[in-house]
């Protein structure tokens, strides 16, 4: 009798064990589906997630709402410096004066005074770090001969993008016109534009302070630039990139941060108060990380010469455009990725330099998660009868 008892106990017991532990698992996996269903809620009106290799838009919220986006106006300001920087019409060493124009703004300034130059790199520094309108000006005249044709590319520039709903009446911001507007989607894009294209200028939207010298008739004077973006000092990662108000706009920001090589881009526009924006836009940050993760090939590997057909010479340098990558918010098993080269079939010369001649299409089982073209590295001339005669005489001389 006391062993059917014990054994009746002990079978009791894993009963209630198993029971206990399949509740507990399906009530984990129930709150971990419930917190993966449950909707990030923010209190800014306006606001986009975008992770920067990719432009994938991991979160949205009424971002094609055309609003005012005071100094964030100037993400567009400071791509068309960078621009002008890499294509060489202007160098960071050069000097920009201060026109009367440029010294009359008011809002956020570096107090410059008319008559003094600062060196674009110095211009540059004061727009991105302390969102001074004076030098925004004295920049944009100095590349466009004049603010308003400066504002003028702006505008062609956005188009460029496809930002189909912004309108830029100045520079900096600074104005209440109802002319002046863009989206929280428009903002992402251009940011996009300048982060991943010109990567540098993470160079100065990550200085926390730095000081600059005044000189003028009355003398020389230092004048401490300190970063208007809190998210470098309390968000691991930021290094950018723009933050604006006004009384029309509220409270707006396009920042930027990298982690485990993966960037995001996070845009909130017209938030009621600065701790909301900073909030929001952290709050966004960490749901694209915790969702994230990204696949990159950089082809490290070289491809081997193609066979070419009727040309002077029998093969092609092969290279691949640019590196793959592939963003997934779903955990999926990065080492279950394949790839496969598809050729141009009959490949014959003439060809030139930058032809496509290939395509590499990567799988993650019967999903395509992209592909990545395949360029001629070399030209490679159509073969006259010389040549042909030429190879004849090589393959079957003695």
């Known amino acids: ?3 059917i008892t014990e054994g009746f106990r002990k079978l009791r017991n894993k009963i209630l064990f198993w029971t206990t532990a399949l509740a507990l ?7 971990a589906a419930a917190e993966e269903a449950a909707p990030l809620e923010i209190e800014t009106p306006h606001a986009l997630l975008m992770e920067a290799s ?6 949205e919220k009424d971002a094609d709402t055309p609003v005012h986006p005071a100094s964030v106006t100037k993400v567009m300001t400071m791509l068309l410096v960078m621009e002008a920087l890499d294509s060489g019409k202007i160098s960071l060493e050069e000097e920009v004066v201060t026109s009367a124009h440029a010294k009359s703004m008011g809002g956020s300034q570096v107090f410059l005074e008319e008559g003094e130059k600062q060196s674009v790199e110095t211009m540059l520094k004061c727009v991105v770090i302390a969102s001074g309108n004076d030098a925004a000006v004295a920049l944009a005249e100095h590349i466009g001969g004049s603010e308003q044709a400066f504002v003028e590319k702006m505008n062609q520039r956005a188009a460029e993008l496809g930002m189909e709903n912004t309108h830029f009446v100045d520079c900096c911001g600074l104005t209440d016109s109802a002319e002046h507007y863009t989206t929280a989607r428009d903002v992402a894009l251009m ?3 300048l982060l991943v294209n010109h990567p540098q200028i993470s160079r100065y939207s990550s200085i926390w302070m730095e000081d600059i010298t005044h000189v003028t008739r009355q003398g020389s004077s230092p004048f401490t630039l300190t970063n208007t973006n809190k998210l470098l000092r309390s968000y691991e990662g930021c290094d950018g990139l723009k933050t604006g108000s006004t009384s029309a706009a509220k409270y707006c920001l396009s920042s930027t941060a990298v982690r485990g090589g993966i960037r995001l881009i996070s845009v909130v526009l ?8 900073f909030r929001n836009a952290s709050e966004l940050l960490n749901y694209g990380f915790g969702v994230c993760s990204l696949y990159q090939d950089s082809h490290e590997a070289p491809l081997a010469p193609v066979p070419v057909a009727g040309g002077k010479a029998e093969t092609v340098a092969a290279e691949y455009e640019s590196a793959f990558t592939y963003l997934s918010t779903s955990s999926e098993d990065f080492s279950q990725i394949t790839n496969q080269i598809q050729w141009t079939p009959d490949l014959k010369a003439p060809i030139e330099k930058g ?3 290939g395509v590499q299409t990567y799988y993650l089982g019967e999903k395509e998660l992209g592909s990545c073209r395949i360029l001629a590295g070399e030209t490679v001339e159509k073969a006259a009868f010389f040549d042909c005669f030429r190879k004849v005489w090589e393959l079957y001389r003695i």
Not at 54 to 59: F, H, K, R
Not at 270 to 277: G, Q
């Open 1 to 3: 009798m006391l062993k």
């Open 355 to 357: 032809n496509v001649i």
């Open 54 to 59: 990719t432009g994938q838009v991991l979160y």
């Open 191 to 193: 940011s996009r534009e």
């Open 25 to 31: 698992a399906a009530a984990g996996s129930g709150r």
């Open 270 to 277: 017209t938030a009621p108060d600065s701790k909301t924006r």
